[in-house]
């Protein structure tokens, strides 16, 4: 298979994933946070929404449920968003039965300010990846921002690139992105969509 796409941006990469996934969706969408942290990308999607739709987002830790929450209750959003203390790899047991998704996001990684040693891993990235697929619509988008300078970071990312050059569904394409001038090291962003072929 050939290699993903790599393209350059002077965005940050947190931004750049969020005007990309912002495109798929509107009032009364379904959208994902499949790694809710702190909640920022969870309160993104909850104001891109609108009052009619709907967030559903994923994390393993209390701690950060309870303070996307907050952050949440303080911008109203509160209400359009289910918050799961769940591995993101149960996503399927939690979608719609009837509506497909429109828009999700993967930040992987640590929570920041938490504690590094609980992380993201591919054992669970990857089957959450699988499970996404099926519910995204056509005309939905998806983000998977990957950090590599942690324990596993590395791994993860070659993990996910590997997934997005060899397996990923057919009729869906990825495209990598790198900040500019940034090192070796730094973190990528994915992003994927339908093919328009």
Known sequence: MPELPLVSTREKLTKKASLWVAEALYDGAIAVDATVGNGYDTLFLAQAVGPTGQVIGF?????????????????????????????????????????????????????????????????????????????????????????RQHAGGEEEYLAIRRYLEERIPSGW??????????????????????SRS
Do not use: W
């Open 59 to 147: 994390d393993i830790q209390k701690m950060a449920l309870n303070n996307a929450s907050e952050l949440l209750r303080f911008a109203g959003t509160a209400n359009r968003v289910r918050l799961i203390l769940s591995c993101h790899s149960a996503l399927a047991t939690y979608m719609p039965r009837n509506r497909p998704v429109s828009g999700a996001m993967f930040n992987l990684g640590f929570l920041p300010r938490g504690d590094r040693r609980i992380a993201t891993r591919p054992e669970t990235t990857l089957p959450a990846l699988e499970a996404i697929f099926p519910v995204l619509d056509r005309a939905g988008r998806l983000s998977i921002l990957t950090y």
């Open 173 to 194: 394409q990825a495209t990598e992105v790198k900040g500019e001038d940034s090192p070796e090291t730094a973190p990528r962003l994915f992003l994927v969509e339908h």
